[in-house]
């Protein structure tokens, strides 16, 4: 996985709250079978005006005009700000491989959905839980071109002079900074693996079916 | 082990706890991963990449589900037109092939809808930890079982350890007393909740739906209500143990047999919460004072009742939920205060996870009196959640209930729960459906989607419009 250590990016507004992952990848593109190929249909039913399919290029699309994402100074954020809940309902990791092939690389909100969080950390992208009011003040400022450094080592979002403070899991933190592989780390592990499930095969054997 | 009081999901939890690590997460031990073919072909394909075995073979039931057509099924493959889908269901099955894991293949009559092929097999069972790379894994919470959705890196992780790493989540009572009126069912006791809730009410949380209006819910309804617990926010909903739980697995084809049964059932029994267990949030709803529920925005928290009218924004005194009621109103095409049962549908959707079992199906078939899908209907599709449900509803005239009034009978599979497959709403078009999800463009590019329980989506479908079931006696 790939390690996040500090980011210094511009930031892009996507300003409603209970994004959905249907949203962030609508279903016509879940049929692929790589983790790539997705970021072209990011917020696709915003993005675009047409009703688009697997392979489409945005160059064949009508872009909406009026989305967010789309407005020329926005172009090239690598930082994405939103309301409460983001990344709610499904639990499709593609909508964080969309986001993250699109560019972004740290998503800020006052909250997220369980599922979406998580996949975040397995893919390298940020996601950062601010107070609602931090989130507020940043959406004010967004249109003159802000740009934030993150810096998950301290554990601050820097905006010019105004500093800011995030908490974030200690095991997570971690595996980011050291973009460390969650398999490897577990199976560091598999001897005590090994010992639960022969106790646990002792104890509730109809669940073994081999 | 401590004596304090426990909740079923600490007791859970605890069973399946390999150990917990310096930083505080645990690594839990996964007894069952359904697999369907939108979310394992990545995860496969990673552990092929560093030739990683299946940590345990035996754990993993495939079914493709999400992308299957539902009509020309005797086609098996071929009957897939959609070029990409066939790459993904294809896939599913040499994966499972390569892997040794057992799979209920395209033309397996036991093929469905993982989360309602799960339980139907038995292959649920009370106390087990069970994920799936989809949300609606918390469907088999109905067992007393901890069923959580989980991402592709984590299906993958599973694959190749038995465990996921993880936090434990806090406990989250619903409390629903009395006894839900006649024409009520699960789905509007899950939407309501959900409604009083909101989309992330329960995060960080796993719900226990307990009290009097639960005991009485079959299986079926509380796989319905357990299914809806990820859109409160909330990774797993649970149900205890009881004598209906035990009845429902008793004798099917996964279930212990023997003396193996006895033990298994002593054991289950304890999967009650203690009887002082703290929760962190509790909530009690009474079940009496329920209305059938019809979805009218973009959000599953968007619900009302039947009796009641669509929000009025303005009206609102929170400035995030005005506006994304007002977004949610201009895209369902809906005004402030229009009576619910003004909106008129031109399609229905029964099926999907959430309703597309036999009782279900039995609930629908009930409110077409012997009356005709209405004019102003382009299409209703019945599909039902996995092939032995269908054949049983063939087998109780049903499906020739269903096609005698006008009503398209088709083959097993997630179908336009998502519209990953063909069927898929219009542009525009209002739809009462059985499914969980009204999020924009869910069912079909600017669909618009009003969840409600089968009872009314089928009769919405005769009426062309949404009708009080409890008025029609
Ligand atoms: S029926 Fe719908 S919600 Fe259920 S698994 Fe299929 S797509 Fe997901």
């Not at chain 1, 974030?168 to 592990?189: C, F, H, Q, R, V």
């Not at chain 2, 193996?260 to 203690?274: C, F, G, I, M, P």
């Not at chain 2, 703290?278 to 009496?288: E, G, L, M, P």
């Not at chain 2, 999800?437 to 069912?443: A, K, L």
């Amino acid at each position: 996985m790939d390690a996040f250590v500090t980011l210094d990016g511009l930031v892009a507004p996507l300003d409603r709250a209970n994004v959905d992952t249907d949203q962030i990848i609508p279903k016509q593109y879940l049929k692929s079978i790589k983790r790539t190929g997705f970021g072209d249909y990011l917020f696709d039913a915003w993005r675009f005006l047409d009703q688009g399919t697997m392979g489409m290029t945005p160059n064949e699309r009508q872009i909406n005009r009026e989305f967010a994402l789309n407005l020329p100074e926005y172009q090239g954020a690598s930082i994405l700000i939103a309301r409460d809940n983001f990344g709610c309902g499904s639990s499709r990791e593609h909508a964080v491989w969309a986001l993250k092939e699109f560019g972004f690389r740290a998503v800020l909100a006052p909250s997220f959905a369980d599922i979406f969080f998580g996949n975040c950390f397995k893919n390298g992208v940020l996601p950062i839980t601010l107070p609602a009011d931090v989130i507020d003040g940043l959406f004010a400022h967004v249109a003159d071109g802000l740009n934030l450094s993150i810096d998950l080592q301290t554990q601050t979002v820097t905006d010019g002079e105004q500093v800011h403070s995030f908490t974030i899991d200690s095991a997570l933190k971690e595996k980011m900074l050291k973009g460390m592989d969650d398999i490897d780390l577990t199976l560091a592990e598999a001897n005590l693996i090994r010992d639960f499930e022969a106790q646990h095969r002792q104890r509730q054997p109809w669940l073994f079916r081999d | 082990m401590s004596s304090a009081p426990k909740t079923l999901y600490d007791k859970i939890w605890e069973a399946h706890e390999v150990g917990r690590r310096a930083d505080g997460n645990s690594l839990l031990y996964i007894d069952l991963q359904l697999l369907h073919e939108v979310t394992s072909p990545q995860a496969f394909e990673g552990l092929q990449l560093v030739n990683r075995p299946l940590w345990r073979v035996d754990a993993n039931l495939a079914t493709p589900d999400h992308n299957v057509p539902t009509s020309g099924r005797e086609l098996g493959f071929d009957g897939i037109t959609d070029q990409v889908a066939l790459e993904q269901v294809v896939t599913l099955d040499k994966n499972c092939k390569a892997f040794g894991v057992q799979q209920f293949e395209i033309l397996d009559p036991r093929q469905g809808i993982v989360h309602v092929v799960g339980p139907e097999q038995g292959a649920t069972m009370p106390g087990m930890t069970v994920v799936c790379g989809d949300s609606h894994t918390s469907t088999h919470g109905a067992f007393a079982a901890l069923a959580q959705g989980i991402g592709t890196s984590e299906v993958e992780h599973v694959m190749a350890t038995q465990c996921l790493v993880q936090n434990k989540a806090k406990n989250f009572e619903v409390n629903v007393t009395g006894a839900l009126a006649d024409g009520v069912t699960a789905k509007d006791l899950v939407l309501a909740i959900i409604g009083r809730l909101g989309t992330a009410g329960a995060t960080g949380h796993t719900i226990e739906y307990r009290g009097e209006a639960i005991r009485q819910l079959s299986m079926e309804g509380r796989m319905t209500l357990c299914n809806m617990s990820i859109e409160a926010g909330a990774r797993a909903g649970l149900v205890a143990v009881d004598d209906t739980t035990i009845s429902y697995i008793h004798g099917r084809p996964f279930a212990p047999k023997g003396e193996s049964w006895n033990q298994a059932e002593n054991y289950w029994r304890t999967l009650v919460s203690d009887q002082d267990a703290v929760f962190d949030t509790s909530i009690s709803i009474d079940a009496s004072t329920i209305a059938p529920q019809v979805s009218w925005g973009t959000s599953p928290e968007m619900v009302a009742g039947i009796d009641e009218v669509v929000p009025n924004p303005e009206a609102m005194s929170d400035a995030v939920q005005a506006e994304s009621t007002g977004l949610a109103l201009q895209y369902m095409d809906l005004r402030a205060g229009q009576k619910i049962t003004d909106i008129a549908v031109s399609r229905i959707f029964i099926g999907s996870c959430t309703n597309a079992r036999i009782e279900d199906l039995r609930a629908a078939a009930t409110q077409i009196r012997g009356g005709q899908v209405a004019a102003n209907v382009t299409e209703a599709l019945v599909v039902p959640g996995s092939g032995l449900v269908k054949a049983q509803a063939e087998q109780e005239g049903l499906a020739q209930q269903f096609i005698d009034a006008g009503f398209e009978w088709r083959a097993a599979g997630c179908s336009m729960c998502l519209g990953m497959n063909p069927d898929q709403l219009g542009e525009g078009e209002h739809c009462a459906s059985t499914s969980n999800r009204n999020f924009e463009g869910r069912q079909g590019y600017g669909g618009r989607t009003h969840l409600v329980s089968p009872a009314m989506a089928a009769a919405a479908a005769i009426n062309g419009r949404f009708v009080d079931i409890r008025e029609l006696g």
